[in-house]
């Protein structure tokens, strides 16, 4: 029995950080054993370099990469603490959390604005002995980033790519997704009611942001939305945020979500392959011809929405449905969305016990959202 249990420790010491990848980068795996299996089908040759979309991935690690910056000064928490300074109650703290995130995920995307804004909801409730509404503001905050993301073309990381793909005017894009991004924004507004009106106070805490290094990184993220939006070319946006970031933060780097960034060019070869299998192609360019929006959100809840958008752009032109269909369908279930994974995890890491009721009430607000979203966008066409 002795002898054997240093054998067991090592095992379980070289198990643990394994099992750990996986669960933390359990979409990442699955892209890349989808790529994998794909390439016995579609064996490697010249057109995989055709598979990835380069200016997709170059303007999502940039955009990553000055988010984190700004996050190493705490530019966010503290415009958000601001923020809620003005507030009361734990209903206005809600409410102001929630829009924090619904706007943070338009500019600095929906992963980003989770992994930014909700330690800051865990704090104001948790410290407040309010603790009971922190799953119902997680939630919330959740629909927010995945919901609110969806109006432009960096707020979530498909639209980037269905941007760069179907090349969609800027207008255009925005005006296809403005309806189901305003009725998000209504019924988000009406869940706040959930939340108990109860007084609240918030700790002021004295923190002073570096003037010049957060005039710098705004000019760097300024940068990155005008090469989102085709004004500033990739290469010269690329080389300034790399030289900034080597020359004021290069921690930053080490941050940047490279996982994201693997299961995009891991989907970029499978949705490659899959596009040149007669029958796939076949079965999938049906579905999207009989209803291009439903099949895209019925697809988000078993393989996600980043998944969903590269994929399915290889068998249909209907942007438009498309677009909507993989945005509204970040709702649902809980691997609908990345966004929805990282919210897991963080409530799960305060609240181990309560995670059986953390996902009732995540699926029944989610997909109460997923139906109301979708019945509005097929009656206005989509």
């Given at each position: 029995?002795q002898p054997s249990e240093p054998g067991k420790s090592a095992q379980?010491?070289?198990?643990?950080?394994?099992?750990?990848?996986?669960?933390?980068?359990?979409?990442?795996?699955?892209?890349?054993?989808?790529?994998?299996?794909?390439?016995?089908?579609?064996?490697?040759?010249?057109?995989?370099?055709?598979?990835?979309?380069?200016?997709?991935?170059?303007?999502?690690?940039?955009?990553?990469?000055?988010?984190?910056?700004?996050?190493?000064?705490?530019?966010?928490?503290?415009?958000?603490?601001?923020?809620?300074?003005?507030?009361?109650?734990?209903?206005?703290?809600?409410?102001?959390?929630?829009?924090?995130?619904?706007?943070?995920?338009?500019?600095?995307?929906?992963?980003?604005?989770?992994?930014?804004?909700?330690?800051?909801?865990?704090?104001?409730?948790?410290?407040?002995?309010?603790?009971?509404?922190?799953?119902?503001?997680?939630?919330?905050?959740?629909?927010?980033?995945?919901?609110?993301?969806?109006?432009?073309?960096?707020?979530?990381?498909?639209?980037?790519?269905?941007?760069?793909?179907?090349?969609?005017?800027?207008?255009?894009?925005?005006?296809?997704?403005?309806?189901?991004?305003?009725?998000?924004?209504?019924?988000?507004?009406?869940?706040?009611?959930?939340?108990?009106?109860?007084?609240?106070?918030?700790?002021?805490?004295?923190?002073?942001?570096?003037?010049?290094?957060?005039?710098?990184?705004?000019?760097?993220?300024?940068?990155?939305?005008?090469?989102?939006?085709?004004?500033?070319?990739?290469?010269?946006?690329?080389?300034?945020?790399?030289?900034?970031?080597v020359i004021l933060d290069r921690k930053a780097f080490a941050m940047?979500?490279?996982?994201?960034?693997?299961?995009?060019?891991?989907?970029?070869?499978?949705?490659?392959?899959?596009?040149?299998?007669?029958?796939?192609?076949?079965?999938?360019?049906?579905?999207?011809?009989?209803?291009?929006?439903?099949?895209?959100?019925?697809?988000?809840?078993?393989?996600?929405?980043?998944?969903?958008?590269?994929?399915?752009?290889?068998?249909?032109?209907?942007?438009?449905?498309?677009?909507?269909?993989?945005?509204?369908?970040?709702?649902?279930?809980?691997?609908?969305?990345?966004?929805?994974?990282?919210?897991?995890?963080?409530?799960?890491?305060?609240?181990?016990?309560?995670?059986?009721?953390?996902?009732?009430?995540?699926?029944?607000?989610?997909?109460?959202?997923?139906?109301?979203?979708?019945?509005?966008?097929?009656?206005?066409?989509?």
């Amino acid at each position: 029995m002795q002898p054997s249990e240093p054998g067991k420790s090592a095992q379980a010491a070289a198990i643990n950080p394994f099992t750990t990848f996986i669960k933390k980068n359990a979409v990442l795996v699955i892209a890349f054993c989808a790529a994998v299996i794909s390439s016995f089908l579609i064996p490697p040759d010249r057109e995989y370099l055709n598979y990835f979309d380069v200016k997709t991935l170059c303007c999502l690690f940039a955009t990553l990469a000055v988010v984190c910056a700004l996050k190493n000064i705490r530019f966010f928490s503290i415009l958000a603490g601001q923020i809620i300074q003005w507030t009361g109650n734990s209903r206005l703290a809600a409410l102001t959390l929630i829009y924090i995130t619904f706007i943070g995920s338009m500019l600095i995307a929906n992963d980003m604005a989770l992994i930014t804004f909700l330690p800051l909801g865990y704090f104001v409730f948790s410290t407040t002995d309010r603790s009971a509404e922190v799953a119902t503001v997680f939630i919330l905050q959740n629909i927010a980033a995945n919901l609110g993301g969806m109006l432009t073309p960096f707020g979530n990381p498909q639209n980037l790519y269905l941007y760069s793909h179907f090349q969609i005017p800027t207008g255009e894009f925005m005006g296809i997704m403005f309806p189901p991004f305003l009725a998000a924004v209504l019924l988000v507004s009406l869940c706040c009611l959930l939340i108990p009106r109860h007084s609240l106070r918030v700790i002021k805490k004295q923190v002073s942001l570096p003037i010049p290094r957060t005039i710098l990184y705004l000019i760097l993220f300024s940068l990155t939305i005008l090469m989102v939006f085709r004004v500033l070319p990739v290469w010269l946006v690329m080389a300034s945020v790399i030289i900034g970031l080597v020359i004021l933060d290069r921690k930053a780097f080490a941050m940047v979500d490279y996982s994201l960034l693997l299961t995009f060019v891991c989907f970029f070869i499978f949705s490659g392959n899959m596009g040149r299998v007669p029958a796939v192609r076949s079965f999938f360019s049906g579905l999207l011809e009989k209803n291009t929006l439903l099949t895209a959100v019925f697809s988000c809840q078993i393989i996600s929405n980043v998944p969903s958008a590269i994929l399915l752009s290889q068998f249909t032109g209907n942007y438009a449905s498309l677009l909507t269909g993989v945005n509204i369908g970040g709702a649902g279930t809980l691997i609908a969305s990345l966004a929805s994974l990282i919210t897991f995890r963080e409530y799960t890491s305060h609240y181990r016990s309560e995670t059986k009721a953390y996902i009732l009430k995540f699926s029944l607000l989610n997909f109460g959202f997923l139906i109301i979203l979708t019945v509005f966008s097929s009656m206005i066409g989509r």
